[in-house]
């Protein structure tokens, strides 16, 4: 049964760095899923963990899946703000989508998501526990 609950949406805000364009100028399309994982990271920290401690307990969260769609462009020096929430989450899998937009008028430049399956340390699929589930929410 699909979770109706409300969702998280966490919002990180950064500039673009220089060495993130490309030579016509433009953030280069590849540094999307590093600003995704960025959005991620600090989902995990709002919600009061983060990926050393899913690592200490014995689990990791692998992307098995990544989907971007490219709306806009930002430039060197631009402000971007990264949302961020959770799609899905199962004993398994999890899915965060995203929304990369400009700060000042909230047009959506890129939006996509991401994949994970839960893997021990030897990177056997298997369930996450109840706790780790309810931290990612």
Same mark, same amino acid.
């Given at each position: 049964? *699909?979770?109706?609950? *409300?969702?998280? @949406? ?6 673009? %760095? #220089?060495?993130?364009? +490309?030579?016509?100028? =433009? @953030? ?6 590093? &600003? ?17 401690? =899913? ?7 692998? @992307? ?5 769609? &490219? !709306? ?5 020096? +631009?402000?971007?703000? =990264? ?14 989508? #995203?929304?990369? !937009? ?5 047009? @959506? ?5 991401? %994949?994970?399956?839960?893997? +021990?340390?030897?990177?056997? !699929?298997?369930? !996450?526990? +109840? ?7």
């Amino acid at each position: 049964m *699909p979770d109706s609950s *409300p969702k998280t @949406v966490l919002e990180t805000e950064f500039p673009v %760095r #220089y060495a993130e364009t +490309d030579a016509m100028g =433009v @953030v280069h399309h590849a540094n999307y899923l590093v &600003y995704f994982e960025e959005g991620r990271s600090q989902y995990m920290r709002d919600q009061g963990s983060n990926y050393a401690e =899913v690592e200490a307990s014995g689990y990791q969260l692998p @992307v098995t899946e990544a989907q971007l769609r &490219y !709306v806009g462009s930002r430039c060197y020096g +631009d402000k971007i703000r =990264v949302r961020t929430w959770v799609e899905e989450n199962l004993s398994r899998r999890v899915t965060f989508r #995203y929304e990369v !937009v400009d700060p000042d008028s909230g047009n @959506v430049l890129v939006t996509g998501y991401t %994949r994970h399956v839960w893997t +021990d340390t030897a990177g056997k !699929v298997t369930r !996450v526990p +109840d706790s780790w589930k309810r931290i990612i929410g």
